[in-house]
């Protein structure tokens, strides 16, 4: 007999009750509880978990709807939706969210005044070591699921598995820093590199990865800025890589709209971009709080530098068909 589902409800339910807690100022509504009386009747033993991290608008839930149902099955991953944004913004009866709880499984904590980087904090080694691996997808992210540079979740977990990496990411088309760029100039742009920096976009960690991560969170740090840039020097041991062959899209402001060939005939092929909602506080935090507190500096050459791993790794459905090889 297996313990696993009852240890993961019994950690969950210890995280929801936290985020209830944590935000005491905001008083739960019934749906808030009827949703905590649903966790336990949670029964998946996925291996993985996925956290998507933080939903304040519509089109973004769109984004997150997208990638759930098309990369992180919930066979194999549990997932967690935190959304900050209030009912006469995302009405607890719409469509999107509905079928996120009802048909994709997700949980969805909904805490108003709450920002990502604190969000971070309730997923606790306690609760993430009931699963291998621990995805955290920012919510403006656009995950292909077909292409030449489609993300697949996977695929990135075999080839964290073959090269010893303990958090990696796919490349991001408009990144802050241009990596993929960088990736390009120096012909790595459709291989594994190991890196001494990964921005916060998309990053899978291994359970280990994540505790480590998780011992730098703090309450200071509600804007979730510095957290990628303390990462290597918090866990020294831990080996980042990026696979430049796949290629997931940061959608704001610069990047507005999503590739017509990769959205056709999806529950995306008419979305629109939706300007940011106010920011609850956002701005008013101080960015570069984890910076000073962990006296970790801003991006330098060093962070820059890419060393080759491995090239792509081919799976049996990326290989040519038998009659092209002889």
């Known amino acids: 007999m297996s313990f696993k589902p009852l240890t993961k409800t019994l950690a ?18 019934s749906d808030d509880i009827r949703y905590l009386e649903s966790t336990t009747a949670m029964k998946n033993t996925a291996d993985n978990l996925v956290i998507f991290n933080a939903v304040g608008k519509t089109s973004n839930l769109e984004l997150v709807k997208h990638s759930r149902k098309t990369s992180f099955i919930k066979d194999e991953w549990d997932c967690v939706v935190f959304m900050y944004a209030f009912e006469d913004s995302i009405p607890e009866d719409h469509e999107i969210l509905k079928a996120l709880r009802d048909e994709l499984d997700c949980s969805i904590p909904r805490m108003p ?3 990502w980087g604190n969000f971070l904090q309730f997923i606790t080694p306690t609760f993430a070591d009931n699963y291998d691996y621990v995805a955290l997808i920012l919510d403006d992210v656009f995950l292909p699921d077909r292409g030449d540079h489609k993300v697949d979740p996977g695929k990135l977990i075999e080839e964290m598995k073959a090269n010893k990496i303990a958090v990696m990411s796919p490349g991001i088309v408009s990144d802050t820093y241009k990596f ?7 012909g790595l742009h459709e291989d594994i590199v190991e890196v001494q920096f990964i921005e916060t976009y998309v990053q899978f960690f291994t359970r280990e990865s994540w505790s480590c991560f998780y011992n730098m969170l703090h309450y200071s740090g509600s804007r979730g800025w510095c957290y990628d840039m303390c990462l290597k020097q918090k866990c020294p041991e831990a080996r980042l890589g990026i696979d430049f062959s796949m290629r997931a899209l940061h959608i704001d402001r610069s990047l507005t709209t999503l590739p017509a060939d990769l959205v056709a005939g999806t529950d995306l092929e008419n979305w629109k971009y939706e300007p940011n909602k106010p920011n609850q506080g956002y701005t008013q935090t101080n960015a570069l709080a984890i910076c000073a507190r962990y006296g970790c500096s801003g991006m330098n050459e060093n962070m820059k530098v890419m060393k080759w791993v491995a090239a792509r790794i081919l799976v049996p459905k990326d290989l040519p068909a038998q009659k092209e090889i002889q």
């Not at 969950?12 to 509504?29: G, K």
């Not at 993929?180 to 120096?186: G, K, L, M, P, T």
Request: aromatic fraction near 24%; glycine fraction near 4%.
């Open 12 to 29: 969950f339910l210890f995280v929801i009750y936290n985020v209830f807690w944590f935000t005491s100022l905001y008083e739960p509504e």
């Open 113 to 115: 005044g709450v920002m």
């Open 180 to 186: 993929s760029d960088i990736a390009r100039a120096q």
